[in-house]
């Protein structure tokens, strides 16, 4: 499975644009990226999906270039709610994940 | 989308004995569920891969006579953890996969079970 590189933290401020970048060098042809997030004491949740360009959904957007070694999950307007860790991963379907260390989040008001 | 029970949210038991987590997938079926067990300020660490009528598959260094996976119907799998000891105090986290495209990963979590061993 490809290896994710991530930055180990990130410090915002409420209503501003957060976005984290994603490494992995060694993406396979049939691996898709996958960013989930999670809360202290609860399972991850899943946040978004894609395989290539850009892809939107109701509470973020991810970006990933023509050579998909890298993808941008870009959280719009944060909060509080959303301190947390995000986590990326990339695999081929179905297939168990390999969480990397993950970048904690941190919201400040 | 999809959701993942489990149960209990947490547990204290005490060391030498079993604990039995169930994971359900409560609206949909799911072939193949994946246990995780996360350490306090860690990433998740996936055990095993429950095959729903087959064995369990476990990642090495996960002892699979102690870590005892059950997957008996399309929406349940369950991990007895035997003979606890301290060292097995945790957070144990079940995820299943929603059936579909087989390049889809979509993967759907449980809350979580806390178990703390005295």
């Known amino acids: 499975l490809a290896k994710t590189t991530q930055p180990i933290s990130m410090d915002s401020y409420e209503g501003q644009e957060v976005n984290i970048t994603c490494s992995h060098n060694?993406?396979?042809?049939?691996?898709?990226i996958t960013w989930y997030q999670q809360f202290p004491s609860q399972g991850p949740r899943f946040i978004i999906q894609?395989?290539?360009t850009k892809v939107t959904n109701e509470v973020a957007s991810l970006f990933i270039p023509a050579d998909r070694k890298s993808s941008t999950l870009s959280l719009p307007r944060v909060s509080l709610s959303d301190t947390a860790v995000y986590y990326c991963l990339v695999a081929p379907g179905r297939r168990a994940l390999t969480f990397g260390s993950g970048t904690r989040l941190q919201v400040q008001p | 989308g999809a959701v993942v029970s489990q149960h209990p949210s947490w547990v204290i038991c005490k060391s030498g004995t079993s604990v039995k987590i169930e994971c359900r997938s409560l609206d949909f079926q799911a072939t193949t569920m994946f246990w995780y067990r996360q350490f306090p300020k860690q990433s998740l660490m996936l055990m095993a891969t429950s095959n729903e009528g087959s064995k369990a598959t476990y990642e090495q260094g996960v002892e699979k006579d102690k870590f005892l996976i059950n997957h008996a119907s399309l929406t349940l799998s369950t991990l007895t953890v035997t003979s606890a000891h301290p060292e097995d105090s945790s957070f144990y986290i079940c995820?299943?996969?929603?059936?579909?495209?087989?390049?889809?990963?979509?993967?759907?979590f449980g809350p979580g079970t806390r178990l703390t061993v005295l």
């Open positions: 894609g395989y290539k």
């Open positions: 995820s299943a996969g929603t059936s579909g495209r087989e390049s889809y990963n979509e993967q759907f």
């Open positions: 060694n993406i396979a042809t049939n691996d898709y």
